[in-house]
């Protein structure tokens, strides 16, 4: 089936007693055994180990990534933390990207020292980078493109490529670009993983994660062990929700990337912005990755620098009334975000960043906010 058919179809629970059309909720914590005391015979039988909503989720995200299986999480730090737990050892050495996502940098810098794990933290603009961070303790390359908050473009296949002559394992994080426009295990990684709170949620409704895997093996029966008995899972509403919202991912992509280009147009050159960064304009430094990687969608985010500082860029955005000044993206509504403020004791956004990320408005109700809050 194509990536929409499978949006709205694929994991749906076929329901016995009634033939709802759409999915029933399994609220239910327990599952009845057979008269021997077996497993019955669906395989459930304790919701933190599998529920009948879980598992449909997981076998749509399964599909839509095209993976062998895929694992549900209460949020994307658990799904990130459950992959990294997986696969790391005492002493092993990560990749990460320079413009990585703060909680998953915070997880690698932080969280990981006491097992003596290192990382480096390389520009992947330009894959050559990657290949020199190399060591022979390296275990993981985590790739995130585009990146957060600069809309860097990494080349996953290249990168793929790379990774595989040292045998070092590749995991993207698909949140930005959602397997919609991008299909990171078609490309040679090993692991696509998702904040679902972000455009599989599309509401701002939801907070979630998954991790979806190449291949069936030793590693993907630890990421499970991990979400089984770490028990970080989502709740059978949250995986209904999340189930609900992806049935509408590809048209929500289509109208929030249409909104960013023209945005992204509007400001790009105008006076009171100094830089634009978004993948889908020829200036941006790889346009021609984007381009062939993301088959021409460019997805619903952009940054920009406004001319000044911190002072400016704030008066920017509280001076909107559309967009709300929020964290957090990939909703229906549209969002801007002074990220240096939450990025905590170590902030890498210059002062004056603005990060957006568009919604599905009238696309001159958008403009007319902007116009008037940079006037
Ligand atoms: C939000 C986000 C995360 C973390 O996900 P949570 O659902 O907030 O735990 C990870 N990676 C990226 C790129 C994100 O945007």
Same mark, same amino acid.
């Given at each position: ?157 290249? *990168?793929?490529?790379? @990774?595989?002559?040292? &045998?070092?394992? $590749?995991?993207? !994080?698909?949140?930005?670009?959602? #397997?919609? %426009? ?68 590809? *048209?929500?992509?289509? @109208?929030?990337?249409? &909104?960013?280009? $023209?945005?992204? !147009?509007?400001?790009?050159?105008? #006076?009171? %912005? ?102």
């Amino acid at each position: 089936m194509n990536f929409e058919t499978n949006a709205v179809h694929a994991g749906h629970l076929e329901d016995l007693n009634a033939g709802s059309v759409t999915n029933p909720i399994y609220l239910s914590t327990t599952f009845e055994r057979d008269k021997d005391g077996n497993i019955a015979p669906k395989g459930y039988i304790y919701s933190r180990l599998a529920n009948p909503n879980r598992s449909g989720l997981e076998a749509k995200l399964t599909a839509l990534e095209k993976g062998a299986d895929a694992m549900a999480f209460s949020s994307g730090m658990a799904a990130a933390m459950a992959l990294c737990h997986s696969i790391m050892e005492p002493g092993a050495h990560v990749i990460i990207p320079d413009d990585c996502y703060h909680g998953i940098a915070h997880l690698v810098k932080n969280m990981y020292t006491r097992w003596g794990i290192t990382y480096s933290e390389v520009d992947m603009v330009n894959p050559v980078n990657v290949e020199k961070a190399i060591t022979e303790k390296t275990k993981l390359i985590l790739i995130e493109t585009p990146s957060n908050p600069l809309l860097k473009i990494a080349d996953i296949a290249e *990168i793929c490529a790379i @990774a595989k002559k040292s &045998n070092v394992l $590749v995991a993207c !994080d698909n949140t930005w670009a959602t #397997p919609y %426009i991008i299909q990171p295990l078609t490309m040679g990684a090993d692991y696509s993983i998702h904040s679902s709170t972000k455009y599989f949620g599309g509401h701002s409704d939801v907070i979630g994660g998954c991790v979806i895997v190449r291949e069936s093996n030793e590693a993907s029966k630890k990421i499970r062990e991990y979400q089984t008995i770490g028990g970080a899972v989502p709740s059978p509403f949250d995986c209904w929700l999340l189930d609900r919202s992806i049935a509408t991912l590809p *048209i929500r992509m289509d @109208a929030q990337t249409k &909104n960013a280009g $023209v945005i992204a !147009d509007f400001l790009y050159g105008h #006076p009171k %912005i100094e830089r634009v960064y978004y993948p889908g304009l020829t200036s941006h430094v790889n346009h021609q990755v984007a381009k062939k990687q993301m088959k021409e969608v460019y997805g619903g985010m952009l940054s920009v620098l406004v001319k000044g500082g911190r002072k400016e860029a704030m008066h920017v955005a509280n001076s909107l009334s559309i967009f709300k000044h929020a964290t957090s993206l990939g909703g229906v509504e549209s969002l801007i975000e002074h990220r240096m403020s939450v990025e905590g004791d170590h902030p890498k956004s210059p002062d004056n960043l603005l990060r957006l990320s568009i919604g599905i408005e009238h696309i001159d109700d958008l403009l007319n906010d902007i116009k008037k809050a940079l006037d």
